[in-house]
Structures are given as structure tokens and as C-alpha cells.
T-cell receptor, first 113, second 111 residues
């Protein structure tokens, strides 16, 4: 079946701009996660949704980052006033049960110039 | 100190060799241990998933967890050039919602 999809695959933006990154999870998966992976590092947790609600947003680095999942399926990660330090690959994952078996999408490579 | 430590390599082996990849961790609450494979410019792909201590085998891959030493391993037998990738260990505690990853070990299998 179809895996997790993410769009766009690449995004280049100027410092200070607003960006939206989209994730479409595996059909039927109720849990959705966002991670950020910097060059040469492992993914770092940002936020977790169970259904429509953000069950754990403890990984969001600051209030410029926000994510929504209004209908319990597709999720959008929103970054305001982008900074060069936000440049990374943003990964989305989804899971059914158990939560530890998370399936990742290909990621969105964000470059802030 | 990071919660999960992993030697970034790089590691180069000849085709057919046995590969050993390892991670250590400091959080004794971790109960679930995963290995992911990540090809260049792709998302991580779940390889194996183990709960608590013990061994798990899947084809050419064997995962081992030693909770007393806070040490996990992934062994790849009869390594193939197609195994060339970055291998990430990941862990989670019981009831936790997020995974803690190592930095990844970059493996190259030379034909």
C-alpha cells in the first residue's frame, strides 16, 4: 500500500518568510509524528498527534513552529519567520499500534537562505 | 551527554562480511529498541523492533539488546552492496510517544 508522503520534497525560502510543510500518513494510522533531522544527526522529535489533537508538542523548539491535523489525517507543519538554523530535513512518520513502529516519509528538505 | 550514543563511522567492509553496529544509552526507562536504515536523501526505513532484552532475528539481520549494560547491537550477515546506507538506532520508553535516535552509522559494503 501507499506509504507516508510529504510535500514539497524540497523547499528553499528566504530568512523571515513563512513556510508550510505537508504530510499525508498511511491510511488508517491514527498517530502522526514530526521529526527534524539536521545534517549528520539522527531525527529529533518535534510533535505527536493522536487523531486531531497534538498529544505531545514538547519537541517544538519555539513558538515559531506550529502544526495542525484538523481532520485526523493530513498534517501541516508551519514555520513562521524562518531562520537559517531552521534548515534541515523535516520528517513525518505515522503508526497504528504499537506506537514504536513508526513509518517515515521521504522528508522535506528545507533550506533557509 | 546525549541519551543515545552511536559511532557515526564511516564503516567500510568487503561484501560478505559480518557487520556489527552498536548503540549505548543512558536512560534506563527505554523499553523499545528499533533499528532503521536510511538511504541517502530518503526517509528512515524500519528494519527491526525489539522489546526489552534479548535477541531477534530476521533473515540476515539480528538485533540484540542488553539492558543491564544499556547496549544494543545490530548484526548483518553476508553483507551486500545494497546494505550500504546509514543505520540509525532508536529507542522509546513505555508509554512514550516519541523516539530517541542515535546519530546513525554510515556503512559502505564494497563489492
Amino acid at each position: 500500500g501507499a506509504g507516508v508522503s510529504q510535500t514539497p520534497s524540497n523547499k528553499v525560502t528566504e530568512k523571515g518568510k513563512y513556510v508550510e510543510l505537508r504530510c499525508d500518513p498511511i491510511s488508517g494510522h491514527t498517530a502522526l509524528y514530526w521529526y527534524r533531522q539536521s545534517l549528520g544527526q539522527g531525527p529529533e522529535f518535534l510533535i505527536y498527534f493522536q487523531g486531531t489533537g497534538a498529544a505531545d508538542d514538547s519537541g517544538l523548539p519555539n513558538d515559531r513552529f506550529f502544526a495542525v491535523r484538523p481532520e485526523g489525517s493530513v498534517s501541516t507543519l508551519k514555520i513562521q519567520r524562518t531562520e537559517r538554523g531552521d534548515s534541515a530535513v523535516y520528517l513525518c512518520a505515522s503508526s497504528e499500534r504499537p506506537r514504536y513502529e513508526q513509518y517515515f516519509g521521504p522528508g522535506t528538505r528545507l533550506t533557509v537562505t | 551527554q546525549k541519551e543515545v550514543e552511536q559511532d557515526p563511522g564511516p564503516l567500510s567492509v568487503p561484501e560478505g562480511a559480518i557487520v556489527s553496529l552498536n548503540c549505548t544509552y543512558s536512560n534506563s526507562a527505554f523499553q523499545y529498541f528499533m533499528w532503521y536504515r536510511q538511504y541517502s536523501r530518503k526517509g528512515p526505513e524500519l528494519l527491526m523492533y525489539t522489546y526489552s532484552s534479548g535477541n531477534k532475528e530476521d533473515g540476515r539481520f539480528t538485533a540484540q539488546v542488553d539492558k543491564s549494560s544499556k547496549y544494543i547491537s545490530l548484526f548483518i550477515r553476508d553483507s551486500q552492496p545494497s546494505d550500504s546506507a546509514t543505520y540509525l538506532c532508536a529507542m522509546a520508553g513505555s508509554g512514550a510517544n516519541n523516539l530517541f535516535f542515535g546519530t546513525g552509522t554510515r556503512l559502505t559494503v564494497i563489492p
